[in-house]
């Protein structure tokens, strides 16, 4: 008798599919995309290790994933040839929570609870193999690891625990076998599936086949059982080697969800074919939404490479600074070798090249997008700004770019406008662009920092991202204007005139005499001691009576606080 052992989900898996199987009804045949677009990552991953280990793919080099369906059983099983799961994998990958949007759905639920806000929204997140369990009772994985012996059945009706036992007979790959709900029963009709696979998956790059019974022929009386009829569903080939006037939205849609394990559209599509000193065809994408893995420290950029359509690597990072990591997509090269190792691909300097080409693409389109319409624009900037702001010290040859596409709010506009904006409306006699730094914007445009500015008239730019501390420092000026800090501002900011709400010029206040204001000073200092370093007289107050200001040269107060939250 073969063991059966059972095991219990992580305890976040059993509650993510306690709110799967309850409440993500509207949309639940994208399960299937989910274990087609899971299957062909499979088959990728085995091509890949093929190149290296020829061994593994016994003699067996096409790849295929197959539907077929059992109505007596009440069943749909997803079958593919790729690489399969050993007995541990299979315990780390179907029962845990193991990919970052996973995660991130778990975490989104947890913050949910707390708030007691609705749980429908979290149809946007992924959950990928645990998607089966909106529309099946019990689940079966069927699994060899290419190269192993002998395989699993993993098997769970997704309350709590699931088992595994040894399958002698299984064959390489995968194949996922969904006992249907009562009322998922549509799952099992041909031309559901049909429709599901064109509308999600077409895009997929290794055949779908449908296996359909075979015809009961009046004439055939034959007693060999009849052949299934086979039916491809999808295209079948890779996406971006099609021409972009062929593709329509909604596949590049499909694929964009696909490569990025995204639920969102795509904010921009790049897709350009490039000819040099290297051949190759990129397609990106920026998301609409954020991420949130974005400010993970083991969040790097994710485009995958592939070299003549042979999936080779995600984790290629050279292919775009750390600073666009929001992009998704596929570079495809025709130059590189197959056996190149992933080490020697992040060295290769035409990857180098790769790299600046489409960091400028991206750069130029960002640029075309904000002329086109701004409104856009700000969608993408609030979503994203604040990690391309990163390159505004990272780097250098970028810089000037960088700074165009940077929008800011400021004390005169609530709406983030661009610098080429506040330096055009610039007061006469302004010598510099002004910045205060802070957590809270409100809290900033009311400051006592900011009151001597406003009484002149002067636009101050809000910079709240903790990453501005970092950046201003690398950048002295911009569009020809030094940047400085407001903390900076003495006799240039008093030789301007004050004006009244309208921008007309106001008398000025009378000055406190001289020799008063000397006494108020000394008291001052003698109370404080050493608390502070000077007490100063200063022309950027206009209704406060003191404002604390950081020691030129020394950290501001904002980024004294961000450090010391960083070493806690
Ligand atoms: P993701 O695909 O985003 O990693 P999933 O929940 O869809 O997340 O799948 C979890 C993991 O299970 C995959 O990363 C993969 O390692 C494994 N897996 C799922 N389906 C298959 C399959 N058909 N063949 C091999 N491994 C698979
Ligand atoms: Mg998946």
Redesign the pocket.
Known sequence: VMSEETLSFQAEVSKLLDIVVHSLYSDRQIFLR?LI??AS?ACDKLRYEGLTDPALLEGEAGFTIRLAVDKDAGTLTIADNGIGMSRQELIDNLGTIARSGTQAFAEALKARKEEGTDLSLIGQF?V??YSSFMVAEKVEVVTRRAGEGHGWRWSSDGKGAFSISEAPDATRGAAITLHLRDDAREFLEEHRLRTIVRTYSDHIAIPVILALPADKDDDDDSDAPAEPRLETLNEASALWTRPRDTITPEQYTAFYRHVA?GFDEPWHTLHFRAEGVMEYTALLFVPKDKPFDLYTPERKPRIKLYVNRVFITEECESLLPSYLRFVRGIVDSTDLPLNVSREMLQEDPRLRKVRSTLTRRLLDDLAKRAKDDEEEYLSFWSAFGAVLKEGLYEDFERKEDLLKLARFRTTLSPTPVSLETIAGRMKEGQQALYYVTGEDGDALARSPQVEGFRARGIEVLLLTDPIDEFWVSAVPSAHDKPLRPVAAAGADLEALPLVDEDGAKKDEAPATEGDKLDRLIAALKAALGDEVADVRASSRLTDSPVCLVAKEGSLSPHLRKLLSQANQ
């Open positions: 989910e677009s899971n990552d992924g990928g193999f394990h």
